[in-house]
């Protein structure tokens, strides 16, 4: 069982930059796959980011692309999502999710990750 524990959400205003941060414990945290995601009031999930295992390869919704960064520190058991340029529609409750390595895998499925964490929150003001 993994637990996800997510951090460094808040009011910011646009134009801003802001780091997540995503904890795991309780697996080995190199055997997953990691993603983000976010949830925005009366909207579906949706993906952001996401991370293989090793940290090599990383995949980005359009919708920040060029403006986020997602990495991983497997020493330290964290995944991060760095966003620079924020906009009033990045607001969300922003969730990690862990993905057990397979193959193939689809890094912007949710229904990929098995485990996930309770969320933190952006929010950006115009």
């Known amino acids: 069982q993994v637990q996800l524990v997510e951090s460094g959400g808040g009011l910011v205003q646009a134009g801003d930059s802001l780091r997540l941060s995503c904890a795991a414990s309780?697996?080995?945290?190199?055997?997953?796959?990691m993603g983000w995601f976010r949830q925005a009031p009366g909207k579906e999930r949706e993906f952001v980011a996401a991370?293989?295992?090793?940290?090599?390869?990383?995949y980005y919704a359009n919708s920040v692309k060029g403006r986020s960064t997602i990495s991983r520190v497997n020493a330290m058991n964290t995944v991060y999502l760095q966003l620079h340029s924020l906009k009033p529609d990045d607001t969300a409750a922003y969730y990690c999710?862990?993905?057990?390595?397979?193959?193939?895998?689809?890094?912007?499925?949710?229904?990929?990750?098995?485990?996930w964490g309770q969320g933190t929150q952006v929010t950006v003001s115009s």
């Open positions: 991370i293989n295992w090793s940290g090599i390869n990383t």
């Open positions: 309780g697996g080995t945290f190199s055997m997953y796959n």
């Open positions: 999710g862990a993905s057990l390595i397979k193959t193939p895998w689809a890094p912007a499925g949710a229904y990929e990750y098995r485990y």
